[in-house]
């Protein structure tokens, strides 16, 4: 065999073993699945917390500013009554011990019966009263999708619902949303 041929022969089984590389590659390619089958589809429901404010209107009593600090008309009112009373009793000297302690015991319980008129006096406001409630609500965030992929089961999570398949790219599945048809 001559020095060309042997050449020949060398670059032509080369070439050969180069193809045939090709050719499994590109076959094995071929054969690897383009899709995942779906078998389950389950909603990912996230809590959102919205805070708001509520407000009411509440009425609201206050204590009445009091007019007569030391309660003068009700101790002078009762004093003067008591006294009446006490002159109405007795005779000579006690009648005057009598109208003196009617006075004083009179004037004592007019003091008290304005105080406690004084207590009872009340002024009602509205008054708006607020506060913060927060408000719970689900929103959807996504998808838990069960596929089956050359006979193995597994789970992925998508931003969009998929349908009965799912593609696969270089062996994995592809959760990247589909591109929306254009109008």
Do not use: W
């Amino acid at each position: 065999m001559d020095k060309s041929m042997m050449k020949g022969v060398a670059v032509g089984g080369l070439a050969m073993v180069v193809i045939s590389a090709a050719s499994v590659t590109g076959y094995n390619t071929l054969m690897k699945p383009q899709v995942a089958d779906v078998v389950a589809v389950k909603e990912v429901m996230e809590t959102v917390v919205t805070p708001r404010e509520q407000c009411e209107n509440v009425a609201v009593q206050h204590q009445a500013p009091v007019k007569d600090q030391n309660r003068i008309a009700g101790t002078v009112i009762g004093g003067v009554a008591g006294g009446l009373l006490g002159s109405a009793v007795g005779g000579g000297s006690g009648k005057t011990l009598a109208t003196v302690a009617g006075a004083a015991a009179g004037g004592y319980a007019g003091n008290q019966v304005q105080k406690n008129m004084q207590r009872k006096d009340v002024t009602t406001t509205t008054e708006r009263r607020c506060k913060t409630v927060n408000e719970k609500s689900q929103k959807l965030s996504g998808y838990s999708v069960t596929y089956r992929l050359d006979g193995q089961q597994g789970t992925v999570r998508t931003s969009f619902k998929p349908g009965a398949t799912l593609p696969v790219k270089d062996g994995k599945v592809d959760t990247t949303p589909p591109a929306e048809p254009k109008s």
